[in-house]
């Protein structure tokens, strides 16, 4: 399967600050990508839906001025956390798919805990 | 509509025995279904996925079956193995969205 990269696996901020999470489609060009976040032992929450070079899509009650995403290239998109606070702690995970694709890749997560 | 239910929450099984785990929808414009595999700490991985024109598909010790009628699918592992401990999602995709939409998760827990 297609390799899909995250980076930092693990971030620790302070309240306040800001957190940009990458996402990489390694070896594929990624038109579609997706963010998702996950609260311990819960499902998968889908954030948004970006298409490269067009503004994401975010799902209801996600609030886009505070999870900012841009997808500029086929192979990356990123995910700022603004202003972050402390209920802003979660696993973030992104997948990314293809032309045509009905398959999602997902990357390995993102650890972020706001201080 | 949206909507993946997915049962059990969490199922302990002895190894070498089958693992079944179900899911149910309503969405009839959902056209296909995916079972991740997530490790604690981890991204999901796809295990394995069907689309409705099919009633089973197998791959390894892994099979869906579906049930277009019923709107039902389930992922059945055979000769279960302490390494198949993990947490499994069904999810759904179509009706004119490109996103996946997540069952609830069943946390299995193989025996030695």
């Known amino acids: 399967g297609a390799v899909v990269s995250q980076h930092p696996s693990w971030v620790i901020c302070k309240s306040g600050t800001s957190v940009k999470i990458e996402c990489r489609s390694l070896?594929?060009?990624?038109?579609?990508m997706f963010w998702y976040r996950q609260f311990p032992k819960q499902s998968l929450m889908l954030m948004a839906t970006?298409?490269?070079?067009?503004?994401?899509?975010?799902e209801q009650g996600v609030e886009k001025d505070k999870f900012l995403i841009n997808h500029a290239s086929l192979t990356l998109s990123t995910l700022t956390v603004t202003s972050a606070h402390p209920e802003d702690s979660s696993f973030y995970i992104c997948?990314?798919?293809?032309?045509?694709?009905?398959?999602?890749?997902f990357g390995p997560g993102t650890r972020l805990t706001v201080l | 509509q949206q909507q993946v239910k997915q049962s059990p929450q969490s199922l302990i099984v002895q190894k070498g025995g089958i693992s079944i785990i179900n899911c149910a929808y309503e969405?009839?414009?959902?056209?296909?279904f995916p079972w991740y595999q997530q490790f604690p700490g981890k991204g999901p991985a796809l295990l394995i996925a069907?689309?409705?024109?099919?009633s089973e598909k197998k791959e390894g010790r892994f099979t869906i079956s579906f049930n277009k009628s019923a709107k039902q699918f389930s992922l059945h592992i055979m000769d279960s193995q302490p390494g198949d401990s993990a947490t499994y999602f069904c999810?759904?995709?179509?009706?004119?969205?490109?996103?996946?939409?997540f069952g609830s998760g069943t946390r299995l827990q193989v025996q030695p």
């Open positions: 997948s990314a798919s293809g032309v045509g694709d009905n398959e999602q890749f």
């Open positions: 070896d594929f060009q990624a038109t579609t």
């Open positions: 970006s298409n490269e070079g067009s503004k994401a899509t975010y």
């Open positions: 969405n009839t414009a959902f056209d296909y």
């Open positions: 069907i689309r409705p024109d099919v």
């Open positions: 999810a759904a995709k179509g009706a004119g969205r490109r996103a996946l939409t």
